[in-house]
């Protein structure tokens, strides 16, 4: 099954490759002036998988034993 990620990391070098096609033939941008350009779209998508659309640590709360609030160990011995 393809995720969020798996998508963002294929878009990444078709946002370059793309991206400065397109510059360079559509609006008729030098090639040195578009791969910038064309890489300021993925940092975006960079940025928007870190930060807008973070991975998370799933819980499992079912698996895990709630912890107890009483302990039946000996404290320890700080001598």
């Not at 940025?47 to 799933?58: E, I, L, Q």
Request: aromatic residues 6%; proline residues 9%.
């Amino acid at each position: 099954m393809t995720g969020y990620y798996d998508i963002v990391l294929g878009l990444i070098p078709v946002s370059f490759i793309g991206g400065t096609a397109a510059l360079t033939t559509v609006a008729d941008m030098a090639t040195s002036t578009a791969i910038p350009v064309a890489a300021v779209l993925a940092v975006l998508l960079i940025g928007h998988a870190m930060f807008v659309n973070a991975p998370v640590d799933v819980v499992a709360e079912e698996s895990d034993p709630a912890p107890s609030s009483t302990s039946t160990a000996a404290p320890p011995q700080a001598d």
